[in-house]
T-cell receptor, first 109, second 117 residues
Framework: GQNIDQPTEMTATEGAIVQINCTYQTSGFNGLFWYQQHAGEAPTFLSYNVLDGLEEKGRFSSFLSRSKGYSYLLLKELQMKDSASYLCAVMDSNYQLIWGAGTKLIIKP | GAVVSQHPSRVICKSGTSVKIECRSLDFQATTMFWYRQFPKQSLMLMAT?????????EQGVEKDKFLINHASLTLSTLTVTSAHPEDSSFYIC?????????????FGPGTRLTVL
């Protein structure tokens, strides 16, 4: 079956760095997405990785290793507004998104 | 950037009534749109894939006669929750893929909060 695993909840301190991991097992692979979702709102796009390596975009970076079925989202210089759920999603061979359950990130002052 | 709108953003209705939710891609054409449902503190659950000009593809366990999907144009898909009941109360989110783009990214609408009394 298809499976996306990510931690349920993480806590970090304002100004610090946090890494949210995602492992996946899917039928085929057409890219991995990270989305941010604030409570009561729709997800917003953060990053897309289809090749191995690190993609950096401002304070956020995303890494992919296809051979390991592994990705992480790295958030630097954490701000209180970064408190949200972070969703990992993999696009399978049918171009359908398989979603992880999301990681709730709590930022403390 | 690509924008997807949803209407209404919130709806409260009585049990037994039907509710229609619209999803529009504002600045791009979307051959394919997706309808998701999200219960509190849970992940997105794909309900169906909406294809312009053809029947929607429903996920296992989703009643197609209850959740009617119409994708009549390249910029509009509608989801109608028929004979809504309190257990249908949820956050419904649509997304769309840019037919003319070279990315697999899905652009999400802002969501519709449905409360059935």
């Amino acid at each position: 079956g298809q499976n996306i695993d990510q931690p349920t909840e993480m806590t970090a301190t304002e100004g610090a760095i946090v890494q949210i991991n995602c492992t996946y097992q899917t039928s085929g692979f057409n890219g991995l997405f990270w989305y941010q979702q604030h409570a009561g709102e729709a997800p917003t796009f953060l990053s897309y990785n289809v090749l191995d390596g690190l993609e950096e975009k401002g304070r956020f970076s995303s890494f992919l290793s296809r051979s390991k079925g592994y990705s992480y989202l790295l958030l630097k210089e954490l701000q209180m507004k970064d408190s949200a759920s972070y969703l990992c999603a993999v696009m399978d061979s049918n171009y359908q998104l398989i979603w992880g359950a999301g990681t709730k990130l709590i930022i403390k002052p | 950037g690509a924008v997807v709108s949803q209407h209404p953003s919130r709806v409260i209705c009585k049990s037994g009534t039907s509710v229609k939710i619209e999803c529009r891609s504002l600045d791009f054409q979307a051959t394919t749109m997706f309808w998701y449902r999200q219960f509190p503190k849970q992940s997105l659950m794909l309900m169906a894939t909406s294809n312009e000009g053809s029947k929607a593809t429903y996920e296992q366990g989703v009643e197609k006669d209850k959740f009617l999907i119409n994708h009549a144009s390249l910029t509009l898909s509608t989801l109608t929750v028929t004979s809504a009941h309190p257990e249908d109360s949820s956050f419904y989110i649509c997304s769309a893929r840019d037919s003319g783009g070279d990315s697999n990214e899905q652009f999400f609408g802002p969501g519709t909060r449905l409360t059935v009394l």
